[in-house]
């Protein structure tokens, strides 16, 4: 059975930095892409960034990309992967979600498995 938890969320002020973790268990399948997605109040939940477990290939959304703000990385000895979040402003409060697709393609048309969430708060 696949189990996807997330930690590291937390309160940090404008400009701050934190640095979200993803660990994966059950994972028994050659190639699969992680993840992270966020929702914040009365919004749509929206992709982040995403990770090809295999090939390594990086994918991010058009908000965070500008001068390299959120960076996506995998630890394959741990199975985790991790989410590093520099110059944080107030509209990246969120829950953060971290996700696995069962999919070759850094940009899956679906995930398969979902952690529970993290929230993200950064104060102004």
């Known amino acids: 059975q696949v189990q996807v938890v997330e930690s590291g969320g937390g309160l940090v002020q404008a400009g701050g930095s934190l640095r979200l973790s993803c660990a994966a268990s059950?994972?028994?399948?050659?190639?699969?892409?992680m993840g992270w997605f966020r929702q914040a109040p009365g919004k749509e939940r929206e992709f982040v960034a995403a990770?090809?477990?295999?090939?390594?290939?990086?994918?991010?959304a058009d908000s965070v990309k500008g001068q390299g703000r959120f960076t996506i990385s995998t630890d394959s000895a741990k199975n985790t992967v991790y989410l590093q979040m520099n110059s944080l402003k107030p509209e990246d409060t969120a829950v953060y979600y971290c996700?696995?697709?069962?999919?070759?393609?850094?940009?899956?048309?679906?995930?398969?498995?979902w952690g529970q969430g993290t929230q993200v708060t950064v104060s102004s």
């Open positions: 059950g994972l028994t399948f050659k190639s699969y892409t």
């Open positions: 990770i090809n477990w295999s090939g390594g290939s990086t994918d991010y």
């Open positions: 996700a696995v697709a069962i999919s070759s393609l850094v940009r899956p048309s679906r995930y398969d498995y």
